[in-house]
Structures are given as structure tokens and as C-alpha cells.
Nanobody, 125 residues
Framework: QVQLVESGGGLVQAGGSLRLSCAASGRTSSSYAMGWFRQAPGKEREFVAAISWNGGITYYADSVKGRFTISRDNAKNTVYLQMNSLKPEETAVYSC??????????????????WGQGTQVTVSS
């Protein structure tokens, strides 16, 4: 079992920045690829970013490339999502996820076995 707890969400003006954190606990949680997804009201959950277990491989949705950065600190069992130049349409609940098995990062939600509760990000115009 892997437990995930997100933090760092909040209200920010358009063009602002936030850094989300995802603290993982449980057996060998640092051995697994991790991802961030978001879901806005009335919309489907969408992939944002993913990172391999050692940080050597990262994937980003086209819409966030150049503005968002995913990273991890395995000594702290924490994954981060630095979000810059935020847009109002990026208002959503942001959730982190763990693959829970050894493997490359995935861009599809079904590839992840463990999920956090999510943290609300609201970008005002």
C-alpha cells in the first residue's frame, strides 16, 4: 500500500505560481513512478506531468510544457509540481498518483494504482 497526501494548493492570480507537494508513505514508495493529474468541474481528469522513480524521465502535457516542472526528493518521499504562469482555465483539483509497481512513468490514469485526495488550485482572472 502507498499513501499519498497533497498540499500546496490555493488561490492565485493569473500569471502567478504555486508549488504542490505530494508526500508518499508506505512500502518502497520511492521506487515507483509518480504522476500529477487534474480535474476541473464538469470535465474529465487529465494528465499533467509524470516522473520516473529516480527523476531521470519526465513527461508533460503539451499544455503545461515550459511552465510546469515535476521533481522528486526520494530522501523525503515527496514529489513536487512547480506551476508558473498559471491560467484561469487551469483551475482544478490536482491529484498525485503512484504507479505502485516498478515501471516507466505513465500518462494515463489507469496506469496508476494509488491516488491522493487532491488539492484545490484556483486561478483568478
Amino acid at each position: 500500500q502507498v499513501q499519498l497526501v497533497e498540499s500546496g494548493g490555493g488561490l492565485v492570480q493569473a500569471g502567478g505560481s504555486l508549488r504542490l507537494s505530494c508526500a508518499a508513505s508506505g512500502r518502497t514508495s520511492s521506487s515507483y513512478a509518480m504522476g500529477w493529474f487534474r480535474q476541473a468541474p464538469g470535465k474529465e481528469r487529465e494528465f499533467v506531468a509524470a516522473i520516473s522513480w529516480n527523476g531521470g524521465i519526465t513527461y508533460y502535457a503539451d499544455s503545461v510544457k515550459g511552465r510546469f516542472t515535476i521533481s522528486r526528493d526520494n530522501a523525503k518521499n515527496t514529489v513536487y509540481l512547480q506551476m508558473n504562469s498559471l491560467k484561469p482555465e487551469e483551475t482544478a483539483v490536482y491529484s498525485c498518483a503512484s504507479r505502485g509497481v516498478v515501471g516507466v512513468p505513465g500518462v494515463s490514469a489507469h496506469q496508476y494504482n494509488y491516488w491522493g485526495q487532491g488539492t484545490q488550485v484556483t486561478v483568478s482572472s
